[in-house]
């Protein structure tokens, strides 16, 4: 009895190893509901997350403002040149967009899909340095469901993760287990995009064909293949290719549209074709 | 900054004032710091206030700290429940075994355990990855690894001072009880 009791704490702390060890590798497959204490933290948390988030954002801003009103004036000729532009091409779209109206309705096809977004606010970001997430002031109360995909006007952000009453987690594209079903926009070629941690702001697109034609500046968007995301939303542009050593694979890194550093606020897409299952 | 711990020192139980580094240390790491982030990386506040009570209160207190530190940040971000809190625990509790042999009443070896400690910790994490078959290339031990130290570094001498204090703090009221129980005993 002695000799347990000197061991106790070790076997206390190898006990609580071998729990969270096992509680680990439950959770780590795809669940498709959260459970209630993680619901319970992750809402008691969201209104001081907000807050502290929304004191950081304010001080971060007016720094920025500050910094801003000395290229105010040099800035707004520049915007109003580009509005001038603007003008010109909202007419020439609008005559396109009757144009594809009339050829759409002679060759049958069916109207496209309008999005119904919900509008969230970024309340905070994971804590660790590994993965990429968010949590947004919008849950199951606002319609909001699990996998529904996350945009803003930049393009695509992620998909929902988790979901409580009032608050959901998106897994950003960025995130090291995210995968996204993508191609390039002017050549068809496709690929899965992948994340490499909040480290890197780069995607790793790998195509399906190593002769894939892809180049530089290339834009690239959803595939619509994953069951998760609709296809046609802008992902990003192409940096760079490679190829692996063997020369086997085809590899590019992409720069997502979206700034993941300064997200603010977001659109969920509550009416696309979700499937079940993680990308 | 006295005010502070003075006010800390009022609270009644040593685990509510982990309770409220723990809480605090959280809000700031997913609130403030990822507006603060260099290279995207952030400070690991949670691990520096682990790593601070384990220095401080021994094994088991860094122990359990490791352990609510752990779980708390992986129920409110988590896929992989248990994931952090096997990494806090583990090097909580090692922080705490070796404490008792660092000298701790200067500020320069807690600040070098803490980057050594949260080094270690995004080395077990990094590990962990691996085994849930999470991409996780071994040269992000030095990518993620390095730099979370060292930014981690850079806020363990203000949170060390805050915690000793408080240590201090609760060693005099122990002292001063001890002391009075003595006293009475004495005379009687």
Known sequence: ?????????????????????????????????????????????????????????????????????????????????????????????????????????????????????????????????????????????????????????????????????????????????????????ASRDGGIASGQGSQSPLLSMMFFERTAEVAPEDAVVTSGFGEIFPPGLFVGRVVDISKDSYGLLKYARIKPGVDFGRLEEVLVITNATVGVGGP | MNTLSEWLNRLSSRHAVLGFWIVGGLLFQTAVFPHLAVFGLKPDVLMVVVVCWALLYGPAEGFVAGLAAGLVQDLTFGQYIGLFALAKTLVGFGVGVVAGKIFRETIWVPTAAVGVAVFAHEFVVWVCLRALHVPAPAVNIITVGLPVAVYSTLLAPLVYRQIFVHYIGERAKEKDLTGGANQAAGRR
């Open chain 1, 1 to 185: 009895m002695l000799h347990l009791g000197r061991y106790r704490k070790f076997l206390a702390v190898l006990v609580t190893l071998v729990v969270l060890v096992t509680l680990m590798s439950v959770t780590a497959r795809e669940r498709e509901t959260v459970l209630l204490v993680e619901k319970a933290v992750i809402e008691a948390l969201a209104p001081v997350q907000a807050w502290f988030g929304g004191l950081t954002v304010g001080i971060r801003g007016t720094v920025a403002d500050l910094e801003a009103i000395r290229h105010l004036r040099e800035e707004n000729e520049t915007l109003r040149a580009r509005a001038d532009a603007y003008d010109t091409t909202v007419h020439r779209l609008k005559e396109l967009e009757i144009e594809n109206e009339r050829l759409r309705t002679l060759l049958g096809f069916t109207q496209a899909v309008e999005y119904q977004y919900v509008v969230a606010d970024v309340v905070s970001r994971n804590a660790d340095n590994w993965f990429s997430r968010i949590t947004i002031n919008r849950g199951s109360s606002d319609g909001i469901a699990k996998n529904m995909p996350v945009v803003t006007s930049q393009g695509l952000v992620g998909r929902i993760s988790e979901v409580s009453a009032n608050i959901s987690v998106v897994q950003l594209l960025t995130d090291r287990a995210s995968g996204t079903g993508t191609l390039v926009q």
